[in-house]
């Protein structure tokens, strides 16, 4: 199983930045891919997860509204489109995976980032003035 994050940068305040995720290894629809990060100092948060299968989501309250994730099967990629960007979304950027059979519920694998199973390199998102 492998998962690499892409399309992290520095971004004003207000502004988008899109990231992907993409995967290999597994099939994909056996699986829950997740975003999460982490801030200086700080531990390691859920950002959004989506179902490989049925595309269900999950999001955390902070990001809900401005951020979009979103699948595309074919490429066995995931993306994060992040709008109205602060500097609190400023993190380092990580791609996840678990098997969906682990958990009953997408809520139950995402709520925290102890669920998932395999972990790819992170991108960083600088968001600033």
């Known amino acids: 199983v492998q998962l690499q994050a892409s399309g992290g940068g520095l971004v004003r305040p207000g502004e988008s930045l899109s990231l992907s995720c993409t995967t290999s290894?597994?099939?994909?629809?056996?699986?829950?891919i997740g975003w999460f990060r982490q801030a200086p100092g700080k531990e390691r948060e859920t950002v959004s997860c989506?179902?490989?299968?049925?595309?269900?989501?999950y999001y955390t309250d902070s990001v809900r509204g401005r951020f979009t994730i979103s699948s595309d099967r074919a490429r066995n990629t995931v993306y994060l489109g992040m709008t109205s960007l602060e500097p609190e979304d400023t993190a380092v950027y990580y791609c996840?995976?678990?098997?969906?059979?682990?958990?009953?519920?997408?809520?139950?694998?995402?709520?925290?980032?102890?669920?998932?199973?395999?972990w790819g390199k992170g991108t960083l998102v600088t968001v600033s003035s």
């Open positions: 996840a995976a678990v098997e969906r059979r682990d958990f009953v519920s997408l809520e139950l694998a995402c709520f925290t980032h102890y669920g998932m199973k395999y």
């Open positions: 989506i179902d490989g299968d049925d595309s269900t989501v």
């Open positions: 290894g597994f099939t994909f629809g056996d699986y829950v």
